[in-house]
């Protein structure tokens, strides 16, 4: 019978505590085990094994980060919705790094994870169809948002930025960059 209060939300939980803390690394099932207070077999009664429960955290995080986009671009549109999406990706990844690292990117296919990403970039495109984006045009302003935000959250959360300049500064100037090479009603990327 499964311990009362377990279920694959609170190993999830669990889960999400130890990579927070300690990092991906640090993500084992007698970790989570110890966290949750059974016994490892226990677990299997709520997730089959390593790679499901990093999928439930995959889920989890694409949820939150969706959540926290589209807290930030509701009501803004063009310009100002991209800066306030950039800002909460960012705020994301820094005050959550061990979580976001644990997410698995993979491009197969794997059911929730799919729904879930497909959630978060419907975000990103909402956001971006503002510019009358469409097609591939709409498919690589995404792909150059994601990975502008990605690898600057990224090194910063992993302290890669050691020069004394002004982190906000050099994110404000990456979101102009980033603004600024999207068309402003007047041209369209092929």
Do not use: W
Not at 88 to 101: N, T
Not at 102 to 112: I, V
Not at 175 to 186: A, F
Request: proline share 4%.
């Amino acid at each position: 019978m499964p311990r009362a209060g377990l279920s694959p939300d609170a190993v999830v939980d669990a889960a999400i505590a130890i990579v927070d803390a300690e990092g991906p690394g640090a993500l084992t099932l007698a970790a989570v085990a110890g966290r949750a207070g059974v016994a490892t077999p226990s677990l299997y009664k709520h997730v089959r094994n390593l790679a499901e429960l990093r999928l439930l955290m995959t889920v989890r995080v694409m949820e939150e980060l969706t959540e926290r986009l589209g807290e930030a671009a509701l009501g803004r549109s063009g310009d100002d919705a991209v800066r306030a999406v950039m800002r909460a990706y960012r705020s994301y990844v820094v005050e959550h790094p061990g979580r976001y690292a644990s997410m698995e990117q993979s491009a197969e296919p794997l059911g929730k994870v799919d729904a879930a990403g497909e959630r978060l970039l419907g975000v990103i495109l909402a956001v971006l169809r503002g510019y009358d984006l469409e097609g591939s045009a709409l498919v690589h302003a995404a792909r150059c948002l994601r990975s502008s935000v990605h690898g600057f959250a990224v090194l910063e959360a992993a302290g890669g930025f050691g020069l004394p300049e002004d982190l906000e500064a050099s994110y404000e100037l990456l979101i102009t960059m980033v603004t600024g090479g999207l068309p402003h009603r007047t041209a369209r990327v092929t």
